[in-house]
Nanobody
């Protein structure tokens, strides 16, 4: 059972990236999947989560109107589409899965499975 986050990279301000959270050994359909990030020198914060019922939970207002979350029909991948990226979006991004519903608490114990991070750098 494993989650793998991918799709990070270096992008200029105003650019876009799509991160993928892929599941190996289990199906994501019954799970809520959240995206989190840790910027240099800061604590991990929640970004956006999608529940089993496809309800969205925004953990921070700073990404509203710019980031969207979706899942594929096969139940294997959840995407984080990031548009209009800003330098303050620079962070290591993580995905995590939790049974059924999103948790607004971002500690390790509140999600069942965590992926490794993928670096997103927004810089000119």
């Amino acid at each position: 059972v494993q989650l793998q986050a991918s799709g990070g990279g270096l992008v200029q301000p105003g650019g876009s990236l799509r991160l993928s959270c892929s599941a190996f050994g289990f199906n994501l359909d019954p799970y809520a999947v959240g995206w989190f990030r840790r910027a240099p020198g800061k604590e991990r914060e929640g970004v956006l989560c999608i529940s089993r019922n496809d309800d969205r939970t925004y953990f921070t207002d700073s990404i509203k109107g710019r980031f969207t979350i979706s899942r594929d029909e096969a139940g294997t991948t959840v995407y984080l589409q990031m548009n209009s990226l800003k330098p303050e979006d620079t962070a290591v991004y993580y995905c995590a899965a939790r049974w059924k519903f999103c948790s607004v608490l971002v500690g390790d114990n509140y999600y069942d499975h965590w992926g490794q991070g993928t670096q997103v750098t927004v810089s000119s």
